[in-house]
Protein backbone atom coordinates (compact mmCIF):
# COMPACT_ATOMS: atom_id res chain seq x y z
CA UNK A 1 0.00 0.00 0.00
CA UNK A 2 0.81 3.67 -0.63
CA UNK A 3 2.89 5.02 2.12
CA UNK A 4 4.46 8.25 3.29
CA UNK A 5 6.99 9.29 6.41
CA UNK A 6 7.86 12.38 6.90
CA UNK A 7 11.03 13.14 9.05
CA UNK A 8 13.54 15.97 9.70
CA UNK A 9 11.16 18.62 11.91
CA UNK A 10 11.88 20.23 15.27
CA UNK A 11 12.40 23.31 16.96
CA UNK A 12 14.08 26.27 15.04
CA UNK A 13 15.34 29.54 15.50
CA UNK A 14 14.21 32.67 13.45
CA UNK A 15 16.12 33.00 10.56
CA UNK A 16 17.19 28.96 10.66
CA UNK A 17 16.77 26.28 8.31
CA UNK A 18 15.57 22.49 8.08
CA UNK A 19 15.49 20.04 5.62
CA UNK A 20 12.41 17.83 5.74
CA UNK A 21 12.32 14.42 4.09
CA UNK A 22 9.80 12.26 2.89
CA UNK A 23 9.93 8.61 2.19
CA UNK A 24 7.56 7.15 -0.74
CA UNK A 25 6.59 3.63 -0.83
CA UNK A 26 3.86 0.55 -2.50
CA UNK A 27 4.38 2.80 -5.49
CA UNK A 28 5.88 3.58 -8.60
CA UNK A 29 7.32 6.52 -7.14
CA UNK A 30 9.38 8.17 -10.51
CA UNK A 31 6.02 8.48 -12.47
CA UNK A 32 4.74 10.73 -9.88
CA UNK A 33 4.42 14.35 -9.11
CA UNK A 34 5.14 14.72 -5.31
CA UNK A 35 4.35 17.96 -3.09
CA UNK A 36 4.49 19.31 0.53
CA UNK A 37 1.69 20.66 2.35
CA UNK A 38 1.50 22.12 5.51
CA UNK A 39 -1.30 23.16 8.03
CA UNK A 40 -0.79 25.50 10.96
CA UNK A 41 -2.96 25.45 14.18
CA UNK A 42 -6.41 26.95 13.84
CA UNK A 43 -5.94 27.23 9.47
CA UNK A 44 -6.72 25.13 6.72
CA UNK A 45 -3.75 22.89 5.22
CA UNK A 46 -1.90 24.55 2.37
CA UNK A 47 0.23 23.77 -0.51
CA UNK A 48 3.93 25.03 -0.26
CA UNK A 49 5.67 23.15 -3.35
CA UNK A 50 5.03 20.62 -5.89
CA UNK A 51 7.50 18.79 -8.11
CA UNK A 52 7.30 16.59 -11.02
CA UNK A 53 7.78 13.39 -11.58
CA UNK A 54 11.32 13.50 -12.80
CA UNK A 55 12.13 16.67 -10.96
CA UNK A 56 12.32 18.87 -14.26
CA UNK A 57 9.16 20.97 -12.97
CA UNK A 58 8.88 22.59 -9.26
CA UNK A 59 6.03 25.26 -8.40
CA UNK A 60 5.84 27.30 -5.05
CA UNK A 61 3.49 29.10 -3.22
CA UNK A 62 4.66 32.71 -3.57
CA UNK A 63 5.32 33.40 0.07
CA UNK A 64 8.42 30.15 -0.07
CA UNK A 65 9.86 31.72 -3.04
CA UNK A 66 13.41 32.01 -2.81
CA UNK A 67 13.31 30.25 0.57
CA UNK A 68 12.07 27.21 -0.01
CA UNK A 69 13.29 24.14 -2.15
CA UNK A 70 11.78 20.93 -3.35
CA UNK A 71 13.83 18.42 -4.83
CA UNK A 72 13.23 14.58 -5.04
CA UNK A 73 15.70 11.10 -5.72
CA UNK A 74 14.11 8.96 -7.57
CA UNK A 75 16.38 6.39 -7.11
CA UNK A 76 15.75 6.47 -3.26
CA UNK A 77 12.06 7.09 -3.38
CA UNK A 78 12.97 10.21 -1.85
CA UNK A 79 11.13 13.92 -1.74
CA UNK A 80 13.06 16.60 0.01
CA UNK A 81 11.88 20.56 1.36
CA UNK A 82 14.84 22.26 2.09
CA UNK A 83 13.71 25.55 3.91
CA UNK A 84 16.02 28.60 5.12
CA UNK A 85 14.98 32.28 6.43
CA UNK A 86 12.51 30.46 8.21
CA UNK A 87 9.71 32.67 10.21
CA UNK A 88 7.46 32.23 13.08
CA UNK A 89 4.56 31.81 10.68
CA UNK A 90 6.30 28.79 9.33
CA UNK A 91 5.33 26.84 12.30
CA UNK A 92 3.31 24.14 11.17
CA UNK A 93 2.76 20.47 11.11
CA UNK A 94 4.52 19.40 6.98
CA UNK A 95 2.79 17.33 5.17
CA UNK A 96 4.19 14.70 1.73
CA UNK A 97 1.58 14.47 -0.62
CA UNK A 98 0.30 12.34 -3.98
CA UNK A 99 -2.29 12.06 -5.69
CA UNK A 100 -2.63 8.35 -7.51
CA UNK A 101 -5.70 7.80 -9.99
CA UNK A 102 -7.66 10.49 -8.89
CA UNK A 103 -7.09 8.91 -4.71
CA UNK A 104 -4.83 11.93 -1.93
CA UNK A 105 -2.55 10.21 -0.06
CA UNK A 106 -0.80 11.73 3.00
CA UNK A 107 2.01 10.83 5.65
CA UNK A 108 1.85 11.92 9.24
CA UNK A 109 3.12 14.80 8.94
CA UNK A 110 6.32 16.38 10.91
CA UNK A 111 5.96 19.54 12.94
CA UNK A 112 8.34 22.15 12.73
CA UNK A 113 8.45 24.90 14.96
CA UNK A 114 9.77 28.38 14.40
CA UNK A 115 10.53 30.35 17.70
CA UNK A 116 12.98 31.77 19.58
Not at 14 to 26: F, V, Y
Not at 73 to 86: E, G, H, I, P, R
Request: net charge positive.
Amino acid sequence: QVRLVESGGGLVQPGGSLRLSCAASGFTFSSYGMAWYRQAPGKERELVASISSAGSWTNYVDSMKGRFTISRDNAKNMVYLQMNSLKPEDTAVYYCNVKILGRTYWGQGTQVTVSS
